[in-house]
């Protein structure tokens, strides 16, 4: 596995700062955020520099029940190639749910949603891997990723779900630090249980992030700074194994670029932390086994029935974590209506499925509409400019009737939509200013296009009488 070193989340607010960091060996990219024809300049002239760019998928759905769309999958091959990029990542998340698979209306999460730990949903995530690495031009990782809620019901830990999926796959493995800090804190996991469990050999890279505590829920923001509690989450990592890369992630709430090198430095000094010990631990055991080579030199010399039982427990596992499960239609079809089930309590508030905390559903649900509000409000920034104040309250009305069906775009249409059905803005300045804003945008065209279109099409006609 090629040795990436430490790295950092392009993004385009902060383009100009990365460039200019010392000891960038690598950069990743949300591959859905970049057109393969026209790579912004900031990261052509890095690849010209030799710094390696990571594509890194969102809205694949691997943990989902459909499998994966071959237009998604072609789309982030194009990606991969156009960067010239040693390997792709993406999640362990649903992120759609619904549709002709389960007869349910489809819709869209906007976010990425936690897999049940179930043999079922094992099955599909392993086969939804093998499909997206045979389409993919570049080994695949994919990321362990934070969650409000638990699921139901689990059959497995997060290291033993991780641990069986890599075993069956050959997949690589993107570790993220702070969300085993999350799942810490809202769902009572150990961080120091799951590296335990995990196939370290596995690992291709891993994630650094902030967020923050609000009444006992942890908050994956990648808008605030590395918690001294997600440092040391990757000592630990680093105490065991020697990662290829590290990256650090920040998605908005921008800092000087002062700030952003004093974290890099930090996650540097807990790596080094972490080798310490790794080090001495290796020399613990060197001793450990000279010690006992030459115990089992002295005549008589036999391992003890304590230590043969757990070799043979030891052994009956990697035999468990070797086998092929069975899945198939029936495992999708039962996955695909439990994902239904949670997600239309999520963005459409039907009942909460049975099983669920309500609490933790009510704070997902208003957390998933709070993204897609600042999310539309970036994929549309003239809508919170005309609807100036009243726009975040205008959304977040609409959203509890109104889920998403086809990604954001579409949203902030119907939004629109639904605004000018219902009489608003209240004033005529303000819905006269929106319906012209949804007019440029509805149609195949750009309505300002369409004239030159028009005009364009009659020269055409006329040219051919001649």
């Excluded at 976010?111 to 049940?116: A, G």
Aim: proline share 7%; hydrophobic share 40%.
């Amino acid at each position: 596995m090629k040795r990436l070193g430490t790295g950092i989340g392009w993004r385009p607010e902060i383009a100009d700062a990365v460039e200019r960091m010392p000891g960038i060996d690598w950069v990743e990219v949300v591959a859905e955020n970049v057109c393969p024809g026209h790579l912004p300049e900031s990261l052509r002239r890095l690849r010209e520099r030799g710094v390696t760019v990571v594509p890194h998928g969102v809205s694949l759905g691997l943990g989902g029940a459909d499998r994966p769309d071959d237009g998604r999958l072609a789309a982030l091959a194009e990606r991969v190639e156009a960067l010239g990029s040693p390997l792709v990542t993406e999640h362990i998340a649903f992120v759609r749910a619904g549709g002709a698979l389960t007869a349910t209306p489809h819709l869209e999460a906007g976010h990425l949603l936690p897999v049940p730990r179930t043999r079922d949903a094992l099955d599909v995530l392993c086969e939804n891997v093998r499909i997206a690495q045979e389409a993919l031009p570049v080994p695949l990782a994919v990321e362990n990723i934070a969650a409000l809620i638990s699921w139901p019901g689990e059959e497995m830990t997060e290291g033993q779900f991780l641990y069986e999926l890599a075993d069956r796959t050959g997949v690589r493995l993107l570790i993220d630090v702070a969300n085993l800090h999350t799942n810490h804190v809202n769902r009572a996991e150990d961080p120091a249980k799951a590296l335990a469990e995990l196939p370290l050999e596995a690992i291709a890279y891993v994630h650094v992030a902030g967020g923050f505590e609000r009444d006992g829920v942890w908050h994956d923001s990648h808008a605030h700074p590395v918690p001294r509690p997600v440092l040391d989450i990757l000592t630990d990592l680093a105490s065991r194994v020697s990662p290829p890369g590290v990256l650090l992630e920040r998605d908005e709430n921008f800092p000087e670029p002062a700030e952003l090198e004093s974290e890099l430095g930090s996650i540097r000094r807990a790596l080094e932390a972490g080798a310490v010990e790794r080090v001495k631990t290796e020399i613990r055991s060197a001793g450990t086994a000279l010690a006992l080579r030459r115990a089992e030199s002295r005549p008589g010399a036999e391992l003890s029935a304590e230590q043969g039982d757990e070799d043979g427990a030891a052994g009956a596992a990697r035999g468990v974590f070797g086998l092929p499960h069975p899945g198939g239609e029936g495992a999708r079809q039962r996955l695909g209506l439990a994902q239904a089930a949670l997600l239309s309590a999520l963005v459409a508030g039907t009942p909460v499925p049975e099983g669920f905390d309500r609490v933790r559903v009510g704070v997902q649900a208003r957390a998933l509409a709070a993204k897609r509000a600042d999310v539309v409000a970036k994929v549309a920034p003239e809508l919170p400019e005309i609807l100036g104040a009243d726009y975040r309250t205008a959304f977040l009305a609409y959203a509890q009737t109104q889920p998403m069906t086809s990604g954001y775009r579409r949203d902030a249409l119907t939004f629109a939509e639904h605004l000018l059905s219902a009489g608003r803005p209240g004033d005529a300045a303000g819905r006269r200013e929106l319906r012209e804003w949804w007019l440029e945008r509805s149609g195949p065209a750009p309505r300002s296009r369409r004239p030159v279109r028009r005009l364009a099409r009659a020269t055409r006609k006329v040219l051919l009488r001649r």
